[in-house]
């Protein structure tokens, strides 16, 4: 592991102390899942181009042309094989509203 000295303000050192005492957790252990946290949400959202958008929405209007060709018991069983990814906890209303949005 490597070591970084950091200076932080006192009351954010005293909010970064109380939050990791209420998770039963040391500062260290903390500040290193906050970070964790933060880079892992930083790289999970990237922005799509307009390129990409029209060519999502031509493959969409092709699969559910697709799907008006097929019975309900195949489109059920599509629907059973796709993958379904609970949201997590820590995100609120507002910004799972907006990621299904522009999904």
Not at 69 to 77: F, R, V, Y
Not at 79 to 86: F, G, I, S, W, Y
């Amino acid at each position: 592991m490597n070591q970084l000295t950091l200076q932080l303000p006192g009351t954010l050192h005293q909010q970064l102390a109380n939050l990791a005492e209420g998770e039963g957790v040391s500062l260290n252990q903390y500040i290193v899942y906050a970070l964790t946290r933060q880079v892992t949400l930083a790289y999970s959202v990237s922005s799509v181009s307009e390129e990409e958008i029209q060519q999502q929405q031509l493959l969409f209007t092709s699969l559910l042309q697709e799907l008006g060709k097929a019975s309900s018991s195949e489109i059920a069983a599509a629907l059973t094989e796709r993958d379904m990814v609970p949201i997590e906890k820590e995100l609120d209303s507002n910004t799972v509203a907006l990621l299904q949005k522009q999904i």
